[in-house]
């Protein structure tokens, strides 16, 4: 790599280039070829296939595919102060993704056809990598009237969901995922009861009992998973339950699957690690919605992303500006960030599970997360001859996230301070560089 840096600038088509010595998936090294903006050969010594060919010294760094998040807060518009189209999308493919999912939860919120298409233009304008907008499920996400599902999937919405609020009302939920059914298209639930999650702030259990924060039930979530995964089967839409945090909500979903219903789930990075004992320390980083929860829950979340329950990793990069997040903790701010971390993290608890599987990493943060959203066609694409030379390349080397190395405008990360084996060093977005680690931010 540090032959590339002499050759890659952010922007650069990589032409026809020959990256050496790279380990497709974590397996054998090969010789990459790519050439108008595919791969063309991964084999070993292939140089002398292609002698006008650039050579870049890759050796060593592992190739994976470009990863896709399913649930990504960018905060443009209307929340700048905290993150923008540029600075989320660059902290992504800092992160090696090639493709977000914009939560509609902006200001205005992404309930129309028209708000759709706006983020679209943006996202042409200052994405550094792709932007797919999800639609809101009620006007303004206030849980009372359907928005036009068909309008926004015809701009380009697939994904529907008023996350950061939970669709409480189960009459608005069933007609919603009738909708979407109609044009295979995708309820995206943030399961949270208001009824029974009440004024929670911090998880159910010691960490709420030591601090005196308003304790938050795990059923909050739960049932409201079991009740719509029932709903889900008796319409057939594709339910997707977002950032799943507790034992139970793995157990439905397990067994909502084992039943042939049409659910999927996420996870993020920070439930798969962290747990309540940090909240309990009631540093405004740790709060994040769903809470941290038990060490039990923990454990639960990385077996059920190992046995396929849990289909895919997503971050919930959730930005929030310094002086919000120095509130106390009943008053900050839900969220972390989290799109420059999430391989790191879940390399490293798939290391700790002794199960690092780098085609597993590419199930869960690729090729899945691509599936659900409907974008398969050319996102999350395997690392084969002919497909778009969509990549990432990662480095086997010690780095300590800091915060000064990050891309995102916002500082709530709760990994700062943390270190981890292996870090995302470069991207690729169909054989156009949109990331390479060290280049002057
Ligand atoms: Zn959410």
Redesign the pocket.
Known sequence: MKTAAAHWSIGSSLGDMILTGVLPYGGPPADVLISDGKFVSFVSQDQARNPEAQVVDCQGLIMMPGFVDLHTHLREPGGEAAETISTGTRSATAGGYTDVFAMANTDPVTDSAERVRNLVALANLHGACRVHPVGALTKNLEGNESAPYAEMAAAGAHIFSD??RCLDNANLTRQGLQAVAAFGGVLAQ?AQSADLAGQGQINAGPAAQSTGIPAWLGVAEETIIARDAILAAETGAHLHV??ISTRRSADIVRWAKSQGWPVTAEVTPHHLLLSDELAALADTRYKV?PPLRSVDDVLALRAALLDGTIDAVAT?HAPHTAETKARNWCDAPFGMTGLETALSVVAKVLEDAEHLDWNLVAAVMSEAPARIGGISEFAGRPLAVGEPASFCLIEDQQWTVTSENRYSKSDNNPFRGNSFRYKVVATALEGRLVHLANESR
């Open positions: 996350d950061g943030h977002c950032h919605n919930d």
